[in-house]
């Protein structure tokens, strides 16, 4: 009988294999014996294993033969307690291997969880256990950006916050009131002072009350504005401290989003090869990965950025010596074609009115920008690297100790260092997202604009403008119309395979809800693991009897959820279905839109039992709730998708969840679109891909907050009989806890289908 993958020893040699199951066993049973209330679980000790045999399996920085037995994805329903599995099983890895252990989250609750729960109760069992929190740079300050915003530098040509948003996506708002620039300056002031007296480390978690975001943007720490070792307050800024107090940990904590971030910047922050890798939570990180590397920028702050450069260049430049003076006319000029060609960019779109406030979105069709703009595009990339090298060169030279200086002398060529360092980091921004333009690959990228209305620029300075800039609304400062340029791959299967899993010692996925529709082929593919043979999966049961303490009620709805009269059904029947439990509910629904129509029909006594998601803050909202259910009333959530995972509401809390349809996502982002015209191109289907098997993750994510411990007893109510109509509502239900199920008399089983899926092929590549 073949040995089932996620239990393969090959390649761990029988010695280490035997004393790291003594260890682990050793371990294991001391939780058990001193751990109050702990229950040993069959499903627990079967994925600890599991884990333990992934992280044996490590692949050393230079081993190029990666056939992915380091590699595994473990799901573990609720109440198994994966924590403890992987925590026990990474700290004997750990041990034996010498390698670093990061546990990575998707969500900040459970990243405190481990931190400040979890783990310190593992050192209890574990006396040596060291554990540390990783955050990015920009969560600490930057002493010498500090020291600028106190001398009240305003820091004119550094780009600010518009440009700074100009980057971020496409969340940008237009900033309505000025900024209170004697407020700002007061709390530098306080801060400076705390950081004096050693009152805080720098890390904005640890301050009383978060600052205002404008002041922080102006003095976060920034990768490409950070003179690392050569700063005079390296030995007390807070990234470095904190960084240094992580090195000598067994376990760090970390997040997702900085996890990928730091891989690709190939920064020596994080050693992939010497270190086995948790991603708990690990059903978010093919969508945080397509986020990480996509590209984003508004074109007229981009104009703006050439700009601002032009003049700090030259301010820089002017103190230097003679062999490290750049040549600044040529840089001018560099700088003046760009600008040039931005403008060309600028009157394409106007001129052809692809964007507007009432269409916020322009999608190149199967990710093809019209031909005449490609050479413009690739032009534009090789004048920003020629742009960047000279910057480059000035930040250098600025950097390099000159012990001839004074010292408020060196301390201005820091600051300097810092600036430059900022507009090196939007510099290289550029260049990628410009190269993706003007690239059309045999599977393509997702290419777009996207309107930006209102836009007020006016923290660059106009010093050194030229023709292609003027016309520019971004640039001119004036209030009008601007726009994003987007461009980001359909999903990040390639890219995950290429920057994390062939690179890590070892990696371990989990998730109480990795598989969809009882399966582990949607996380395969859309995380890339697919292209690792070897890779080990195991789906680890829940302890929870679902068949005895949950009920899956199928509403008898006479409506189809795609139909107008949906709506008004929903909101008749859902009081209905409220007042047949009298504690603790859950109603979850898939449009704001609904939600609230559904919160104003309900009859005067349900609706002030309703508490609505965003009307108070969470920790308020469940709180309350508590305390409702404590005094025997009922209470109610209304909430939307956020509240569909990462809320624990264990017995009275939550008796009944209602769903009010199955939470298929539309195909109405530029890169959902892309991706959905990309399949059917090569004939296949994104409806049974990508849809059916997201909803069903969703669906038992959303199922699951009913039953959350061994004694806990739960109806489900879901009010689309799709579920049990459509045949891909079959495989949907197939990915669901085996609840009992009751329903009216179902209809006859739909035509429609979801085409199965070669469990082998990838969906991108």
Known sequence: ???????????????????????????????????????ARPGQ????????????????????????????????????????????????????????????????????????????RLAKVVPDLCFDLLKGRGRYLCESRLEGALKDEAQESLPGDGFQDGFAGTSWQAKGAERDTGKAMRWYKSVAKKLRGGQWDGDIDSLAKPPDPEDWRRVQA?????????????????????????????????????????????????EPGNTLFVFDEAHHLPGIAAEQFSYRARLGTSANLLTGLRTVAHRHSRDLPASSRPDLVTLGEAITECTNKLAILEDWWTEGRLVSADKPVHRFVRGQVPEALIPECEQLGTLLRSISAVVAGIAAALTEPDESRSSAEREEQARAGVELGVYLARLEALERLFGAWATHDTVPWAKWLQHCANTTITNMPAAGGSAGVTGMTGATGAAGADVMLCA?????????????????????????????????????????????????????????????????????????????EFSDELCRTLPMLLR??????????????????????????????????????????????????????????????????GIDLPGKLCEHVVIDKLPFTPPNSPVEEALAEWLSAQGRDAFAEIAVPRAGMKLAQWAGRGIRTVTDRAVITVCDTRLVTMRYGRDILAGLPPFRITKSKAPPVSGESARAVDPGRAIIG
């Open 580 to 645: 047949e439990h009298r504690h603790g509910q859950l109603v979850l629904f898939t449009s704001r839109r609904q939600l609230l129509a559904c919160h104003t029909a309900l009859p005067p006594d349900l609706h002030e039992r309703v508490l609505v998601q965003g009307e108070r803050s969470r920790t308020d909202l469940l709180a309350e709730h508590g305390r409702r259910v404590a005094h025997g009333e009922r209470s109610i959530i209304f909430g939307l998708q956020s509240f569909g995972e």
């Open 222 to 270: 920034n990768a490409s504005a950070c003179n690392g070792g050569q700063c005079e307050h390296f030995k007390s800024c807070g990234f470095f401290r904190a960084r240094r107090r992580a090195a000598s940990a067994t376990i760090q904590v970390a997040n997702h989003a900085l996890i990928l971030a730091t891989l690709q910047s190939d920064s020596a922050l994080i």
């Open 45 to 120: 000790h079967q994925m600890m294993h599991a884990a333990l045999l992934t992280f044996l399996s490590a692949r050393s920085p230079d081993d190029e033969r990666r056939p992915g037995n380091n590699l595994a994805q473990l799901e573990a329903g609720t109440g198994t307690g994966k924590t403890v599995a992987y925590c026990l099983a990474a700290i004997v890895a750990s041990e034996l291997l010498k390698k670093t252990v990061i546990v990575s989250t998707a969500t900040v609750a459970l990243q405190e969880q481990l931190f400040h729960k979890d783990l310190p």
């Open 488 to 564: 980001s791959p359909m999903t990040a299967a390639q890219h995950l395979a290429r920057t994390l899993w062939k690179n890590v010692g070892a990696a371990v996925c989990t998730s109480a809800t990795l598989t969809a529709c009882g399966s582990f082929d949607f996380f395969d593919r859309m995380s890339g693991m697919n292209r690792f043979a070897d890779r080990r999966a195991l789906a680890v049961a829940s302890p929870f009897d679902y068949a005895r303490q949950g009920e899956l009620h199928i509403a008898p709805m006479a409506s189809s959820p795609k139909g107008p």
């Open 1 to 39: 009988m073949n040995t089932p993958a996620h239990a393969s020893t090959e390649g761990i040699t029988p010695e280490l294999l035997k004393k790291a199951r003594k260890r682990l066993e050793f371990l294991y049973s001391e939780v058990a014996r001193t751990w109050p209330g702990f229950i």
